[in-house]
């Protein structure tokens, strides 16, 4: 029918592994290493070299990660395929996840490498595209994605909790229960409905051990763009948008310490007395760099003695680091084209080429999102089970691509 011209439903199931990453099935000696010493460090590189037992332990039992996964879904096509809309419905779970894991140091090793986790995922994904306009010399089409996907940790081989990002003040961690990745490090106390439990000059006080601060995974991801063409002019835009998940830039939290970011910049004039977090009472009238608070009990001023030296920059040791994450939502400009192609009749029979296509792009042209000078799509350890962490991470590029395509 004019209305429906396609339609299909779906389903599938399957079963993939990963090979363990090679070399990690037994223990290795190293190269290029120094030793640290109160004087001169003695660097091995500058000796003639030298080799030492691995600090990670190999693992003979090695065997691969197995993921097993089902969809169900369906590709409709409407209004003589002008519009086409397809959607999926997953479920997979994976099994031996391979992953390095923290040993005791009686072992005399820092990690060993070996299946050791267990995860499922569910999620729904939808696609869509629309013919807007078609004609003998021009078109335009409109395409769009939406996807959403939850995970869990069900098990980490006889633990609790495994740290994917060692070494962090707030650590991006696999826990059993929760997504994995969450956020992890200690916090500010709260009650049963969530309220801050607060000190005497009303404010926040330090949890005693370390707490899920976050869940760096968005709640969904969605893009959307425009592929348009009139004669030989080429158009394309792609927009797209993560909602949700949480961040840790742990840049901003040095720059806080100094007071080198706008959040401790700011000035404001007192209309009452207000005391700080070192508990000294600054008078009305007063003009100070900070912020003023309220955390439930009245308002307070957020000068140095909290950024600097309190719990709430984020910097050091005995911070509620849950002041230093913020929401990951983000929505950027991802690439934009512009191009123009020479394939006429004349121009193919005096030249003996096809045709030339010039080609303009600009990619990560603009971003929006609610973290002062940090992007949230970055992440300090790079492509790993660690993420939504930042510590004067290089920072997203922005590119501009010229290019010439020669066709015979």
């Known amino acids: 029918s004019d ?10 199931w399957g079963k993939v592994g990963v090979q363990p990453i090679p070399h990690r099935f037994q223990t290795l000696a190293e190269s290029g290493f120094s030793y640290s010493t109160y004087s001169d460090p003695l660097d091995i ?3 003639g070299g030298g080799f030492r037992l691995d600090d990670d332990k190999g693992n003979p039992d090695l065997k691969p990660e197995v993921k097993t996964e089902w969809e169900i879904g369906t590709d409709l096509r409407f209004f003589r395929d002008a519009l086409s809309i397809n959607m999926t419905y997953y479920q997979n779970n994976i099994d031996g996840i391979l992953i390095s894991v923290d040993l005791t140091p009686s072992s005399g090793f820092d990690t060993q490498y070996a299946n050791a986790a267990e995860m499922e995922n569910k999620g729904f994904e939808v696609e869509a595209s629309y013919n807007i306009l078609k004609g003998q010399d021009y078109g335009v089409d409109f395409y769009a994605n939406w996807s959403t996907n939850k995970n869990k940790v069900l098990d980490l081989e006889g633990t609790e909790t495994i740290d994917l990002t060692p070494g962090a003040s707030v650590s991006s961690r696999a826990i059993v229960g929760q997504p994995l990745g969450v956020l ?8 049963d409905n969530g309220n801050f439990i607060l000190d005497d000059n009303g404010f926040p006080q330090i949890t005693s051990s370390p707490v899920v601060l976050g869940d760096p995974n968005p709640d969904w991801r969605a893009g959307a763009g425009i592929n348009a063409h009139w004669k030989n002019l080429q158009f394309n835009v792609l927009f797209e948008h993560s909602q949700g998940g949480e961040f840790s830039p742990r840049t901003l939290w040095v720059l806080r310490r ?30 100070v760099r900070g912020n003023i608070e309220d955390f439930g009990a009245g308002p307070v001023l957020l000068d140095e003695s909290w950024y600097r030296t309190g719990i709430g920059g984020g910097f050091g040791d005995n911070q509620a680091y849950n002041f230093s994450i ?3 939502t983000v929505t950027r400009l991802r690439e934009i084209s512009l191009g123009y192609s020479i394939n006429s009749a004349a121009f193919r029979e005096r030249t003996g080429l096809g045709s030339i296509t010039l080609m303009a792009t ?5 971003t929006w999102d609610g973290i002062d000078g940090v992007d949230p799509e970055i992440n300090q350890y790079g492509v ?11 920072p997203t590029t922005r590119s501009f691509l010229f290019s010439l395509t020669i066709n015979y």
Do not use: C, H, M, W
């Not at 209305?3 to 599938?12: N, T």
């Not at 790993?384 to 290089?394: C, M, P």
């Open 3 to 12: 209305l429906l011209s396609f339609g299909k439903l779906r389903a599938s």
């Open 384 to 394: 790993s089970n660690g993420f939504g962490l930042d510590y004067f991470t290089n």
């Open 362 to 366: 600009g990619r990560n042209l603009f």
């Open 326 to 328: 913020f929401d990951a």
């Open 45 to 47: 590189a500058l000796f």
């Open 258 to 287: 100094f007071g080198t970011v706008q959040e401790t910049a700011n000035r404001v004039t007192l209309t009452q007395d207000l005391v700080n977090y070192a508990g000294d009472v600054i008078p009305a009238g007063t003009t």
């Open 184 to 191: 992890y490090g200690t916090g500010s106390q709260t009650d």
